[in-house]
């Protein structure tokens, strides 16, 4: 599996650890930035961490803010992204079976490290549901 990664500075720090546990569990990383928690604006980082998702050059993206929220607004902007902010385990897998979610956002201050990682092998394990949510996700990307 290879993914893509980015932040703003408040996800900075959380997305360095991110990549180690990735890398841990031999998952490719590419790191689209940012290199510091220099302030920074999260649309510039969200719009880099998905270009490799929509190439085609990924499976799936990681955007890290400090509640995930306003890079979830930000890549869902963006064709061919269906970016979904989960602080849980369960929305993580929701997110997969019914959406098809190919970017996950991610809350740096309210969601601890472990919590993270949790909601990352659910969002990886958890495989589109197809049937009856086919139709769905495809109205959801005819409104591009």
């Known amino acids: 599996m290879k993914v893509s ?18 890398e841990g569990k031999s998952i490719e990383v590419v790191d689209c930035g ?3 928690d220099d302030r920074c604006d999260y649309p510039d980082y969200a719009a880099k961490g998905c270009a490799p998702v929509v190439s085609g050059e990924v499976d799936y993206g ?3 803010c400090g509640t995930g929220i306003g890079m979830a607004i930000a890549a869902c902007k963006i064709d061919g992204i269906r970016a979904a902010n989960c602080n849980n385990t ?12 190919n970017v996950i956002t991610l809350s740096a201050r309210y969601v601890t490290e472990e919590e993270n ?13 197809g049937g009856r949510h086919t139709g769905r996700v495809e109205k959801i990307m005819a409104l591009q």
Not at 117 to 129: C, K, M, P
């Open 5 to 22: 990664i980015a932040s703003d500075h408040a996800g900075f720090e959380m997305k360095q650890k991110l990549i180690a546990y990735l």
């Open 90 to 101: 369960t929305w993580a897998s929701l997110c997969r079976e019914h959406n098809n979610a």
């Open 117 to 129: 990682q949790a909601i990352l092998n659910t969002f990886f394990a958890t495989e589109f549901g």
């Open 34 to 36: 940012p290199d510091s």
């Open 62 to 64: 990681i955007l890290v």
